[in-house]
């Protein structure tokens, strides 16, 4: 077990929500009625960083809404836990960026889902406009900020356009990451399929971009210039597979534990912290199956014959079980699609 040092957590400290996005996967809109206390959230972050986790990922629901965040942060900074926070920049006012800068955030990330008419329509009218506002009041005041973008059939192809309204803006960083057919998305169909190889494309024809440009854990994997495709231009940037149970985990409002917020299925819960100290979840050796007694012999369909596969061990768990159930089988890969473009379609 002491192969698996833990480094980083995405943390949803509440369900509340002022958006009911269509494709939003946790369901967010109101507050669970037993979301964790401030005391019970001061003792998981002890926990986060008695355990050496390095890097906190603060998300909701929409973070600003539980009116504690702060304290929290705070309490994770304080330990030498770095800090980010997640937003839809909707409630963001300027009174934000003292606190912001007095619990010592590292960054913040804002999501812009597309081109201004599709932002809106997939959270409110107005909210692309507040979104980058947001950006704007947090750049200026010298406080690193990036931007999220889940992608799906209707958004993808207008990443041109999206660039140059984003490249206006003073922008760190921007992550572009596929929508998974989870929560609000599974239930309103909405088409996550897009073309990865043209995102792929996209982003290596924009190297030279004034921010760094890359593509998350869930788009790829191996495709020529893959070294350079994840936020990093040293060539070396590969993507070393999931790493949900092996240096990370996810903590839902609750208390459940899982090794990635993104597996959002009870079957991956691996303990809740109001039964079992966060050390007591992440060194029992039956947890985290999935990953921890990962083989190659247990991909499936094209991963299995794939060269790369023993590396890539399959691409992102939670895509691959929403997607079809099957984890060990990376269902858009872009190697495959490329050859093959009609593969699950």
């Known amino acids: 077990?002491?192969?698996?040092?833990?480094?980083?957590?995405?943390?949803?400290?509440?369900?509340?929500?002022?958006?009911?996005?269509?494709?939003?996967?946790?369901?967010?809109?109101?507050?669970?009625?037993?979301?964790?206390?401030?005391?019970?959230?001061?003792?998981?972050?002890?926990?986060?960083?008695?355990?050496?986790?390095?890097?906190?990922?603060?998300?909701?629901?929409?973070?600003?809404?539980?009116?504690?965040?702060?304290?929290?942060?705070?309490?994770?900074?304080?330990?030498?836990?770095?800090?980010?926070?997640?937003?839809?920049?909707?409630?963001?006012?300027?009174?934000?960026?003292?606190?912001?800068?007095?619990?010592?955030?590292?960054?913040?990330?804002?999501?812009?889902?597309?081109?201004?008419?599709?932002?809106?329509?997939?959270?409110?009218?107005?909210?692309?406009?507040?979104?980058?506002?947001?950006?704007?009041?947090?750049?200026?005041?010298?406080?690193?900020?990036?931007?999220?973008?889940?992608?799906?059939?209707?958004?993808?192809?207008?990443?041109?356009?999206?660039?140059?309204?984003?490249?206006?803006?003073?922008?760190?960083?921007?992550?572009?990451?596929?929508?998974?057919?989870?929560?609000?998305?599974?239930?309103?169909?909405?088409?996550?399929?897009?073309?990865p190889s043209a995102v792929i494309e996209f982003v290596k024809n924009h190297a030279d971009a004034p921010f760094a440009l890359g593509i998350a854990d869930n788009i790829g994997y191996f495709t020529e210039d893959e070294g350079s495709l994840r936020g990093n231009l040293s060539g070396k940037a590969v993507f070393g597979g999931c790493s949900a149970g092996l240096s990370a985990i996810g903590i839902d409002s609750i208390g459940n534990v899982r090794g990635c917020e993104s597996m959002y299925d009870p079957r991956f819960n691996e303990g809740n912290l109001r039964e079992r100290s966060l050390e007591a979840i992440w060194t029992d050796e039956n947890a985290f199956s999935y990953n921890r007694r990962f083989t190659p012999a247990l991909l499936t369909g094209e991963c299995a014959a794939c060269p790369h596969g023993r590396y890539c061990a399959g691409g992102c768990r939670s895509y691959n079980y929403f997607v079809h159930g099957k984890l060990y089988e990376a269902p858009r890969c872009a190697r495959v699609l490329k050859n093959k473009p009609n593969v699950n379609e």
């Open 1 to 195: 077990m002491s192969s698996f040092k833990l480094r980083s957590c995405v943390w949803e400290i509440t369900l509340a929500c002022c958006f009911r996005c269509e494709y939003c996967g946790s369901r967010a809109g109101k507050a669970r009625e037993n979301e964790l206390s401030l005391e019970e959230c001061l003792s998981v972050a002890d926990q986060l960083a008695a355990l050496g986790c390095r890097r906190v990922s603060m998300i909701g629901g929409e973070v600003f809404m539980r009116r504690d965040w702060a304290q929290i942060v705070e309490r994770l900074t304080g330990r030498g836990v770095s800090v980010c926070i997640i937003t839809n920049g909707f409630l963001f006012e300027p009174e934000l960026i003292g606190e912001l800068k007095r619990v010592n955030i590292e960054s913040v990330a804002v999501s812009v889902d597309g081109i201004e008419p599709l932002h809106d329509k997939y959270r409110q009218q107005g909210s692309f406009k507040r979104a980058l506002c947001a950006i704007d009041a947090l750049s200026g005041a010298g406080i690193p900020v990036s931007v999220i973008t889940t992608l799906n059939a209707e958004n993808a192809p207008f990443l041109e356009a999206l660039y140059a309204e984003l490249a206006r803006h003073g922008i760190g960083a921007w992550q572009l990451q596929a929508c998974s057919p989870m929560g609000n998305a599974h239930e309103g169909g909405i088409d996550y399929r897009f073309d």
